[in-house]
């Protein structure tokens, strides 16, 4: 599986973005797709996931802000993130797998930088 995510940019607190993930390769390989993000001096952390019937979870930190989404025709995978906080910086990474435990293939991250 391959991973190529975008969308990265930045943008004002409580501004909002849009990511996207482009998978290719196998489908039953990316049957869950997550995002996970690093922030400078941090490790990598739980963002999102959305399984192959749309069903997703979320970090607290995120709840009630991103939206996690699935183009099953178009394999891609977004992130909807609204009012956005200093805190959400970060490099975000999109990952896929066969199952809950956690990816198996990484794509390159893309950068969120949030200014207030």
């Known amino acids: 599986v391959q991973l190529q995510a975008s969308g990265g940019g930045l943008v004002q607190a409580g501004a909002s973005l849009r990511l996207s993930c482009v998978a290719s390769?196998?489908?039953?390989?990316?049957?869950?797709m997550y995002w996970y993000r690093k922030a400078p001096g941090k490790q990598r952390v739980f963002v999102a996931n959305v399984a192959f019937n749309d069903r997703t979870y979320y970090a607290d930190s995120v709840k009630g802000r991103f939206t996690a989404s699935r183009d099953h025709a178009a394999r891609t995978m977004y992130l909807q993130m609204t009012s956005l906080k200093d805190e959400d910086t970060a490099v975000y990474y999109c990952g896929a797998a066969r199952n809950w435990d956690g990816p198996e293939y990484w794509g390159q991250g893309t950068q969120v930088t949030v200014s207030s």
């Open positions: 390769g196998s489908t039953m390989l990316s049957s869950v």
